[in-house]
């Protein structure tokens, strides 16, 4: 099966859920969600991303996270969002993920330190990347809004070309279509990922591998079926109207906020919570979330 076969398509940015107070991750909650995507035919998963608030839980927590995903993807591949701003503990975390059957890793830059150099940021990468088993597949994570670190073309074009196996993409969550084209312009060989649905369609139209979505926790249905217009040749044109009102509606939230509202409200899963410092919608804010959405889908 080749990398597009296994990495394209829709991979929801899952959620980590919590118990109430963001004490411990809930497992059995995480399960069903699982399954809920596996059924719906997403192709895979992403785990501790930003979605899944994963610079909130401590290395242990990601692994388990990590685990959970292994035991019940089926026939999902799972990417594991392994960076984290010490390189000892990106190391540690990306060798287990590796070790224990991830497909890719995908490594955020460093986050403490602002306004690093290119060869500062690729002398991080590189130390992981030589430490790492060679059967390690590597994607790096644009998303400056969070980590206020970006990803340079030639930050990619160095790494790429000393690791041209082991570096296999970019997940551009920049909210830049200029950014996004630009990686799959100037890169080529590398798979480019949609990290922001309102974005998607025009990425999907220049070339981009798939998406990578935290609406799809949710409405998995309406991201594959830009997905699948994409693939047949349609114009993607309704697809995207649907996903840019959606967009619209959630707007004023965080996405683990959002997302694990609707899931509540839209979708009948049981309440799931955040860990501090995100903040949990009151129960006047979940219902508005919730019209919003039905108005927007209507």
């Known amino acids: ?69 292994l035991e019940n993807r089926g026939v999902m591949s799972v990417m594991a969002g392994t960076g984290c701003p010490s390189l000892t503990d990106t190391l540690k975390l990306s060798r287990y993920a590796v070790e224990r059957g991830a497909d890719v890793l995908l490594v955020v830059p460093p986050f403490y330190f602002k306004n690093p150099s290119e060869e500062g940021l690729a ?9 790492l088993p060679a059967q390690a597949r590597l994607a790096l994570y ?28 970019v997940k551009d969550s920049s909210g830049s279509l200029e950014r996004t084209l630009a990686y799959i312009e100037r890169h080529p060989r590398l798979a480019t990922w949609a990290g922001d649905e309102g974005t998607a369609a025009a990425a999907l139209r220049a070339g981009a591998f798939g998406v990578i979505s935290a609406l799809a926790n949710v409405f998995p249905e309406i991201i594959l079926d830009l997905w699948r217009a994409h693939q047949r040749g349609e114009d993607l044109a309704r697809c995207d109207a649907s996903i ?36 949990d919608l009151s129960s006047e804010g979940k219902a508005s979330l919730a019209r919003d959405v039905r108005a927007a889908l209507a």
């Open 1 to 69: 099966m080749d990398l597009k076969d296994r990495l394209g398509g829709v991979i929801p940015a899952i959620i980590t859920p919590f118990v109430e107070g963001g004490r411990q991750v809930d497992f059995t909650w995480m399960e069903r969600h699982l399954t809920f995507l596996r059924e719906a035919g997403v192709q895979g998963v992403l785990a501790c991303g930003t979605t899944g608030e994963g610079p909130s839980l401590g290395l242990a927590e990601r692994k388990q996270v990590i685990d959970a995903c």
């Open 123 to 131: 002398a991080y990468y590189r130390a992981l990347l030589r430490a």
């Open 244 to 279: 840019q009102r959606l967009k619209q509606a959630v707007r004023a939230h965080s996405p683990p906020v959002a997302v694990k509202c609707l899931l509540e409200g839209m979708r009948g899963f049981p309440p799931t919570y955040v860990r501090p410092p995100l903040m």
């Open 142 to 169: 644009n998303i400056p809004s969070f980590s206020a670190v970006e990803v340079t073309d030639g930050l990619l074009d160095q790494l790429s070309a000393d690791f041209p196996q082991q570096v296999i993409g």
